[in-house]
């Protein structure tokens, strides 16, 4: 099983980004899909996840901003970001719980990605 994130980068204030997510290894199409970040210094939280039903749940600190979706492809969840903050600079984790449940705890998500960068200049 590996979940491959992509797409992070160095991006001003204000601007966008979209991370994608490709799994592999078994069938996701049942699991939460979720983001989480961690920033130097603090722990990893949720950004979004969402469920095999399409409901998502977004951190506090994203909403209006972020969109998590599933992608046309099998087995692809993206992040669509905007309106990005400095205090938005962290290193960006997928992760898949086979419940199927929406949960904001990183302990409940089973499988991880390497997670990619995410730099936002001020």
């Known amino acids: 099983v590996q979940l491959q994130a992509s797409g992070g980068g160095l991006v001003q204030a204000g601007g966008s980004l979209r991370l994608s997510c490709a799994a592999s290894?078994?069938?996701?199409?049942?699991?939460?899909m979720g983001w989480f970040r961690q920033a130097p210094g603090k722990q990893r939280e949720l950004v979004a996840c969402?469920?095999?039903?399409?409901?998502?749940t977004y951190g506090e600190s994203v909403k209006g901003r972020f969109t998590i979706a599933r992608g046309n492809i099998k087995n692809t969840v993206y992040l669509q970001m905007n309106n990005l903050k400095s205090e938005d600079t962290a290193v960006y984790y997928c992760?898949?719980?086979?419940?199927?449940?929406?949960?904001?705890?990183?302990?409940?998500?089973?499988?991880w990605g390497q997670g990619t960068l995410v730099t936002v200049s001020s």
């Open positions: 992760a898949a719980d086979p419940t199927g449940l929406l949960r904001g705890s990183y302990s409940h998500y089973a499988y």
């Open positions: 290894g078994r069938t996701f199409s049942d699991d939460t």
């Open positions: 969402i469920n095999s039903g399409g409901t998502t």
